[in-house]
């Protein structure tokens, strides 16, 4: 059965501060990993990552793949109040239909 | 271009009832995916539709069931409801369900079973 873990479950840090969170995954053929952010209600995407080894970035966040680890880690520097949220890592096996398999969350709390 | 959509927002039922809930994708996906978030299980894939028919489901019991229309949107229903289906039901769409592109989810309804 697909697995995801991801660590830490919690993290509270201040303003200014730059975050990693991780990701590892077990799963059958895989094809490709997701990260989300969860304020309220919707998950919002933020990367989809299929190749080992190339970061993505958006502003403050990056992400990169590692395939040989098995793992992904999500990178926030210079965080804001505004980060604060659960961060879902998911992965898409190459052979299931619209289908995520998504780990426990990180929840990330900024404080001013 | 509107994002998807879910109807109702929040839900109060009572034990044994049923209930459908309702999603429209965002224009031109027509791929829909259902998942049940709760506290201790997190988000759990339900089912995947994509041109009216099931193309996957997850390991939940017989009575949670969906459908999707010709217009791509879905509904899912769950019959005799229990304690434990209280959830965040999200849906989630994208062009085609393939791993090639991310899902985008909906803000969820919020099912409430007493």
């Known amino acids: 059965e697909d697995k995801v873990v991801q660590s830490p479950l919690s993290l509270v840090v201040h303003e200014g501060d730059t975050v990693t969170l991780n990701c590892s995954y077990e799963?059958?053929?895989?094809?490709?990993l997701l990260w989300y952010k969860q304020e309220k209600k919707a998950p919002t995407f933020l990367f989809m990552l299929?190749?080992?080894?190339i970061e993505k970035k958006s502003g403050r966040l990056s992400s990169i793949l590692d395939k040989k680890e098995l793992s992904s880690i999500l990178n926030i520097t210079a965080t804001q109040t505004g980060d604060s949220a659960i961060y879902l890592c998911?992965?898409?096996?190459?052979?299931?239909?619209?289908?995520?398999?998504f780990g426990q969350g990180t929840i990330l709390t900024v404080h001013p | 271009k509107a994002g998807v959509t879910q109807t109702p927002r929040y839900l109060i039922k009572t034990r044994g009832q049923q209930v459908t809930l309702s999603c429209s994708p965002i224009?031109?996906?027509?791929?829909v995916s259902w998942y049940q978030q709760t506290p201790g299980q997190g988000l759990q894939f339900l089912f995947e539709?994509?041109?009216?028919?099931?193309?996957n489901k997850g390991n939940f019991p017989g009575r949670f069931s969906g459908r999707q229309f010709s217009n791509s949107r879905s509904e899912m229903n769950v019959s005799t409801l229990e304690l434990g289906d209280s959830a965040l039901y999200l849906c989630?769409?994208?062009?085609?369900?393939?791993?090639?592109?991310?899902?985008?989810f909906g803000p969820g309804t919020r099912l409430t079973v007493t």
């Open positions: 989630a769409s994208s062009p085609d369900g393939t791993v090639v592109y991310e899902q985008y």
């Open positions: 799963v059958t053929n895989f094809r490709s």
């Open positions: 299929t190749s080992s080894g």
């Open positions: 998911a992965v898409a096996p190459g052979t299931s239909y619209g289908k995520l398999t």
């Open positions: 224009s031109g996906h027509r791929s």
């Open positions: 539709y994509f041109s009216e028919t099931q193309r």
